[in-house]
């Protein structure tokens, strides 16, 4: 049974050349590796540090992270304190200096990082460790989030992104979210080869009827169930441990969250959005533009 695991990389050029072949590219680039029974894509934020949202939107459907951590620096904490409100607990920081490995440790000591391995050897050495690691799924419905999509000619439009739950069906009829569309799936390609379903944890391009790709945006989502949406609530903001912001200070935020950035203003425990967000999650990564790190918190949206 063919294994998919997706994995988020950060500043991992060279370990990428050697075990993937790029694929999609926008400000997130994303790579892919079929190795026997094993698929694995990478995605990496081509487009970070000069925005944020390229970090978190390339972390959210990940299982796990392979990130450099030789050099311990601004964007590098930045990454790290996205991990750790993303809640990516499983992983492996590479290293050409032993010496580094006592200092991430501290850094990472009280976050989701705390148990990731250490890896310094030759890429291909790392994918027997990668072979172990298991895609968990994060719904038990069949719920597709599309990341890129675009038309083709004779086929109609195509959307790319990741099976996070459940599995999609040829033939299936779906409602898009945000829209509040019903589509249809007309078929289904994993690997460039035609598929009649495709379970969670694989990426897939489908072939959509009654949706034109104008319509599409990314951090949008495929499902057979009705969605539910947040735009106004009572939440309360959690600040990250490595953030200097006050909870008080807080006015303007972004959520940084199910591959959206979008705006929205806080009033001590009311949080109104500029547009609604799925609410699909108990907590919403948020972030300014103003401060450093940008990502600075979560907020508590059950």
Request: proline share 4%; charged share 25%.
């Amino acid at each position: 049974m063919i294994k998919n695991l997706t994995v988020f990389t950060y500043d991992a050029a060279d370990f990428l050349k050697v075990v993937a072949k790029k694929g999609t590219e926008s400000d997130i680039t994303l790579y892919h590796r079929k190795d026997g029974e094993n698929v694995y894509t990478f995605l990496s934020p081509s487009r970070f540090p000069e925005k944020v949202s390229p970090l978190t939107d390339a972390m959210y459907p990940a299982d796990i992270a392979i990130v450099n951590a030789d050099q311990i620096n601004r964007d590098f904490g930045e990454v790290v304190v996205a991990m750790d409100l993303m809640g990516i607990s499983r992983g492996y920081f590479l290293v050409s200096s032993p010496e580094k490995i006592d200092v991430i440790k501290k850094m990472t000591a009280n976050t989701a990082m705390r148990n990731f391995g250490f890896f310094s050897g030759n890429p291909m050495e790392l994918l027997p460790e990668l072979d172990k690691e298991k895609h968990v799924p994060r719904f038990q419905n069949t719920m597709v989030l599309i990341d890129h999509f675009f038309k083709v000619k004779s086929v109609g439009t195509v959307a790319l992104g990741f099976v996070l739950g459940g599995q999609v069906e040829k033939h299936q009829k779906l409602i898009c979210s945000y829209a509040d569309k019903e589509v249809q799936v007309r078929s289904i390609q994993v690997q460039d080869e035609d598929q009649e379903s495709a379970q969670s944890g694989v990426r897939v391009g489908l072939a959509l009827k009654n949706m034109d790709a104008e319509e599409l945006e990314r951090g949008m989502f495929l499902s057979n169930s009705p969605f539910q949406y947040l735009s106004s609530f009572n939440g309360k903001l959690e600040i990250s441990p490595f953030s200097k912001l006050n909870a008080d200070e807080v006015q303007e935020i972004f959520v940084s969250d199910e591959m959206r950035y979008q705006r929205g203003m806080v009033d001590k425990s009311s949080i109104q959005l500029e547009k609604p967000i799925l609410k699909i999650k108990n907590t919403l990564v948020v972030s300014t533009p103003n401060r450093s790190p940008r990502i600075f918190g979560r907020i508590r949206t059950d």
